[in-house]
Nanobody
Protein backbone atom coordinates (compact mmCIF):
# COMPACT_ATOMS: atom_id res chain seq x y z
CA UNK A 1 0.00 0.00 0.00
CA UNK A 2 1.31 3.43 -0.94
CA UNK A 3 1.62 5.90 1.89
CA UNK A 4 2.43 9.60 1.70
CA UNK A 5 3.52 11.54 4.77
CA UNK A 6 3.94 15.32 4.61
CA UNK A 7 5.99 17.38 7.02
CA UNK A 8 7.44 20.85 7.32
CA UNK A 9 4.34 22.97 7.72
CA UNK A 10 4.03 25.60 10.39
CA UNK A 11 3.66 29.28 11.17
CA UNK A 12 5.79 31.81 9.36
CA UNK A 13 5.73 35.55 8.90
CA UNK A 14 4.93 37.05 5.54
CA UNK A 15 8.09 37.12 3.45
CA UNK A 16 9.48 34.06 5.17
CA UNK A 17 10.20 30.57 3.88
CA UNK A 18 9.20 27.01 4.57
CA UNK A 19 10.17 23.71 3.01
CA UNK A 20 7.59 20.97 2.85
CA UNK A 21 8.58 17.35 2.47
CA UNK A 22 6.55 14.34 1.39
CA UNK A 23 7.94 10.89 2.00
CA UNK A 24 6.45 8.08 -0.07
CA UNK A 25 6.56 4.42 0.86
CA UNK A 26 5.16 1.25 -0.59
CA UNK A 27 5.87 1.53 -4.30
CA UNK A 28 8.31 2.56 -7.02
CA UNK A 29 8.62 6.26 -6.32
CA UNK A 30 10.40 7.09 -9.57
CA UNK A 31 7.35 6.03 -11.60
CA UNK A 32 5.07 8.48 -9.81
CA UNK A 33 4.33 11.99 -10.88
CA UNK A 34 4.24 14.02 -7.67
CA UNK A 35 2.10 17.04 -7.00
CA UNK A 36 1.40 19.56 -4.32
CA UNK A 37 -2.08 20.97 -3.85
CA UNK A 38 -3.52 23.25 -1.22
CA UNK A 39 -6.88 24.05 0.27
CA UNK A 40 -7.73 27.15 2.25
CA UNK A 41 -10.84 27.38 4.43
CA UNK A 42 -13.96 27.84 2.35
CA UNK A 43 -12.09 27.30 -0.91
CA UNK A 44 -11.65 24.40 -3.26
CA UNK A 45 -8.44 22.44 -3.43
CA UNK A 46 -6.09 23.99 -5.96
CA UNK A 47 -2.99 22.96 -7.82
CA UNK A 48 0.31 24.37 -6.59
CA UNK A 49 3.16 22.49 -8.27
CA UNK A 50 4.06 19.13 -9.77
CA UNK A 51 7.02 17.19 -11.03
CA UNK A 52 6.61 14.46 -13.60
CA UNK A 53 7.96 10.94 -13.42
CA UNK A 54 10.76 10.21 -15.87
CA UNK A 55 12.12 13.61 -16.86
CA UNK A 56 11.15 15.42 -13.63
CA UNK A 57 9.67 18.27 -15.63
CA UNK A 58 7.81 20.75 -13.47
CA UNK A 59 4.69 22.88 -13.52
CA UNK A 60 3.54 25.66 -11.24
CA UNK A 61 0.41 27.60 -10.54
CA UNK A 62 0.76 31.20 -11.69
CA UNK A 63 0.26 32.39 -8.14
CA UNK A 64 3.45 30.67 -6.92
CA UNK A 65 5.75 30.94 -9.94
CA UNK A 66 9.08 32.44 -9.02
CA UNK A 67 8.49 31.85 -5.30
CA UNK A 68 7.97 28.10 -4.94
CA UNK A 69 10.20 25.31 -6.18
CA UNK A 70 9.28 21.65 -6.37
CA UNK A 71 11.98 18.99 -6.45
CA UNK A 72 12.26 15.28 -5.98
CA UNK A 73 14.89 12.89 -4.69
CA UNK A 74 14.16 9.48 -6.13
CA UNK A 75 16.84 7.90 -3.96
CA UNK A 76 15.03 9.10 -0.84
CA UNK A 77 11.48 8.60 -2.17
CA UNK A 78 10.76 12.18 -1.24
CA UNK A 79 9.37 15.25 -2.94
CA UNK A 80 9.93 18.76 -1.63
CA UNK A 81 8.25 22.11 -1.96
CA UNK A 82 10.48 25.06 -1.16
CA UNK A 83 8.29 28.06 -0.47
CA UNK A 84 9.88 31.50 -0.40
CA UNK A 85 8.45 34.99 -0.07
CA UNK A 86 5.34 33.59 1.54
CA UNK A 87 2.20 35.68 1.52
CA UNK A 88 -0.86 35.51 3.77
CA UNK A 89 -2.83 34.15 0.81
CA UNK A 90 -0.52 31.12 0.71
CA UNK A 91 -1.95 29.95 4.03
CA UNK A 92 -3.71 26.61 3.57
CA UNK A 93 -3.47 22.91 4.19
CA UNK A 94 -0.94 21.57 1.73
CA UNK A 95 -1.40 18.10 0.34
CA UNK A 96 1.07 15.87 -1.40
CA UNK A 97 -0.24 13.58 -4.15
CA UNK A 98 1.18 10.71 -6.18
CA UNK A 99 0.02 9.66 -9.62
CA UNK A 100 1.23 6.44 -11.23
CA UNK A 101 2.90 7.27 -14.56
CA UNK A 102 0.84 10.41 -14.94
CA UNK A 103 2.01 12.33 -18.02
CA UNK A 104 3.23 15.87 -17.62
CA UNK A 105 0.34 17.06 -19.79
CA UNK A 106 -2.17 16.22 -17.07
CA UNK A 107 -0.22 16.67 -13.87
CA UNK A 108 -1.98 19.87 -12.87
CA UNK A 109 -5.27 17.96 -12.65
CA UNK A 110 -5.98 16.59 -9.17
CA UNK A 111 -8.17 13.82 -10.60
CA UNK A 112 -5.17 12.11 -12.15
CA UNK A 113 -3.56 11.36 -8.80
CA UNK A 114 -4.03 8.01 -7.11
CA UNK A 115 -2.76 8.67 -3.61
CA UNK A 116 -2.88 11.59 -1.21
CA UNK A 117 -1.21 12.51 2.04
CA UNK A 118 -3.00 13.72 5.13
CA UNK A 119 -1.97 17.34 4.65
CA UNK A 120 0.20 19.79 6.53
CA UNK A 121 -0.92 23.21 7.70
CA UNK A 122 0.86 26.33 6.54
CA UNK A 123 -0.01 29.56 8.31
CA UNK A 124 1.36 32.91 7.18
CA UNK A 125 1.04 35.90 9.47
CA UNK A 126 0.94 39.40 8.07
Amino acid sequence: QVRLVESGGGLVQAGGSLRLSCAVSGSTFSRYTMGWFRQAPGKEREFVAATAWGDSSTAYADSVKGRFTISRDNAKNTVYLQMNSLKPEDAAVYYCAAGWIVPASTMINSRTYNYWGQGTQVTVSS
